[in-house]
Nanobody, 123 residues
Framework: QVQLVESGGRLVQAGDSLRLSCTAS????????MGWFRQAPGKERELVAV????????YVESSVQDRFTISRSHAKDTVLLQMNSLKPEDTAVYYC????????????????WGQGTRVTVSS
């Protein structure tokens, strides 16, 4: 079973930056994608960004594309979400997820989920 652990979320002010980290452990598939989703209070969970571990697919949601970057870290099975110029509307619980089929832009495509890390952006 795959375990995902997110970290990095905290209370920040508008304009600040945060870097979220997600590390997968356990029996990871040979090919997979790792994505970031977020769920704001009272809102549906939405995709923020996804990265294929093969390096052939990267997606960042259009509304945050100019501010957020998803990347692999130097650590094994770790994906980062760099968030710059944070806005109050970025406030959400951010979830890391793994798609073992190495594709997917929908939450239903992802089989494994972390517990989430909370990002709160104050004005």
């Amino acid at each position: 079973q795959v375990q995902l652990v997110e970290s990095g979320g905290r209370l920040v002010q508008a304009g600040d930056s945060l870097r979220l980290s997600c590390t997968a452990s356990g029996r990871t598939p040979s090919s997979y994608s790792m994505g970031w989703f977020r769920q704001a209070p009272g809102k549906e969970r939405e995709l923020v960004a996804v990265l294929s571990w093969s390096g052939g697919f990267v997606y960042v949601e259009s509304s945050v594309q100019d501010r957020f970057t998803i990347s692999r870290s130097h650590a094994k099975d770790t994906v980062l979400l760099q968030m710059n110029s944070l806005k109050p509307e970025d406030t959400a619980v951010y979830y890391c997820a793994l798609d073992p089929e190495d594709v997917g832009l929908a939450a239903d495509d992802y089989d494994y989920w972390g517990q989430g890390t909370r990002v709160t952006v104050s004005s």
